[in-house]
């Protein structure tokens, strides 16, 4: 058992208790969101005693040495006295909703502008500030280098308390804070030739969206494929645009994958199986997969089988956060 | 036996024979029947990172291994029912992963003799 210090509280920490549960047991709220080390929405700093360094994987070095690490990943090991980040280390942004649109029946697309420069990889992920505190993250869909808003894909969800916000109240010319960008789920440069297999389902098109048009922008000559899938054709989108690229790109594949109501131009079945029916070995690819996470999981281990070594297998943690 | 002047560690290759047999070690387990259903569910890049170290150790190379941590790490496994023939299909999985590199039956023994050492540890006796 270890005491947390915590703006004048002493919060115990059972063995194996992350920071953020003890936190919240004792009732303390802090910012937080995918709860799994990767939207670094709980970031915190200890000011006294030190995290274990498997709280402190993926941020940046020059926070690691302050003392910041993950409220979700850390079993303190030592007392330890905690404090929230200080302002420098979140940058929040202001961004204005330039536009907004459905991309299907519940999927809507936001553009946003930033007030300032916003830095971001197509297929990263950023965080969006409700101004009560509630915090989600949003994978990124546009390009950088050649689109001029970001352009986030967001599912409605019936009971998400961000989404239902975002939806009734958040109207174009609204502004937002956004932070971030963070993740490795995007194209990387210097490779080419190599081939690239993105799977995704709903929503999860959108950083495959970016990856692809990212790969493409680069010059990407290798063989790319993407499954995007849904229950039925209503859940596509985007399929004007990724059969005209199809159309320009030779290297570029598009298979529309649906489990129901298929129409001629569709593939039947659900993406993942699809892709690896398809392409039954990975070997050396370069894997992302995005969306359902029961997908996501599942088709990690199949693409691991088939060939593909861990590290070039990126996964979108997005949607792994439900709670939309 | 090998050279006596140079460890097994070194002969297998170092960190870079680590690497590459621990993708094929960790696809083995991943669809031998006998084993994989005690891999379910778990963090593929934190069983990939634990595979490593335990490779790492058992060519012989520089590690923290720590019998407790193995006892600790397996508990669960064993409550589910890990037994010694769990424990011999690992070891044959191991042993079959590196005579695909290439290892020589001699040092596959050694390996298997190392990754014997943790046999009680890691079936909590």
């Known amino acids: ?324 | 036996m090998s050279d006596a002047n140079t460890s097994l560690y070194e002969r297998l290759g170092g960190a870079a024979a680590v690497d590459l047999a621990v993708n094929n070690f960790y696809r083995k387990v991943l669809v031998d029947d006998r084993i994989n259903a005690f891999f379910d569910g778990v963090d593929m890049e934190r069983q990939a990172a634990k595979q490593k170290a335990f490779l790492t150790f058992v060519f012989g190379g520089p590690n923290n291994y720590t019998g407790l941590d193995m006892r600790k790490g397996h508990a669960h496994l064993v409550a589910r029912g890990l037994n010694d023939s769990h424990f011999d299909a690992v070891v044959e999985n191991l042993g079959a992963t590196l005579h695909e590199l290439g290892v020589s039956d001699a040092d596959i023994a050694e390996v298997a003799a190392l990754a014997e050492t943790t046999r009680n540890d890691v079936l909590g006796r």
């Open chain 1, 1 to 324: 058992m270890t005491t947390l210090t915590f703006q004048g509280h002493d919060v115990p920490c059972d063995p194996d208790e992350t920071v953020l549960k003890a936190l919240e047991r004792y009732g303390i709220a802090v910012p937080n969101s995918c709860r799994a080390g990767v939207c670094q929405s709980c970031l915190m700093r200890a000011t006294q005693g030190t995290p274990p360094l498997s709280a402190q994987q993926g941020i940046k070095n020059t926070l690691a040495a302050q003392g910041y690490f993950l409220a979700c990943m850390c079993k303190p090991t030592q007392d330890m006295a905690l404090s929230l980040p200080d302002e420098s280390a979140v940058q929040r942004v202001r961004a204005t909703v330039v536009q907004r649109r459905y991309l299907n029946d519940d999927i809507l697309l936001f553009q946003l502008l930033p007030d300032e420069r916003f830095e971001y990889q197509a297929g990263q992920f950023l965080q969006i500030h409700r101004p009560d505190g509630l915090v989600r993250s949003y994978s990124i869909a546009s390009v950088s280098q050649t689109d001029p808003f970001i352009d986030l894909h967001i599912r409605l969800l019936p009971n998400g308390n961000m989404t239902q916000w975002l939806h009734n109240e958040v109207t174009e010319g609204s502004t937002l804070e956004i932070s971030g960008a963070n993740g490795n789920c995007f194209y990387i440069e210097g490779n080419p030739n190599r081939k690239l297999l993105l799977v995704g389902t709903g929503s999860g098109l959108a950083p495959l969206w970016g990856v692809l048009r990212s790969a493409l922008y680069a010059g990407h000559q290798g063989e790319i494929h993407l499954f995007h899938g849904s229950w039925n054709p209503k859940g596509l989108y985007l399929q004007q645009e990724l059969n005209a690229l199809a159309e320009r790109y030779p290297q570029f594949y598009y298979h529309a994958c649906v489990d129901a109501e298929a129409e001629y131009n569709h593939e039947i079945g659900r993406a993942d199986s699809l892709a690896f029916r398809h392409i039954p070995d990975v070997t050396s690819w370069q894997v992302y997969l995005c969306g359902h996470p029961e997908m996501v999981k599942g088709a990690k281990r199949t693409a691991f089988l088939r060939g593909a070594n861990l590290p070039d297998i990126y996964a979108d943690p997005f949607v792994l956060s439900t709670s939309g």
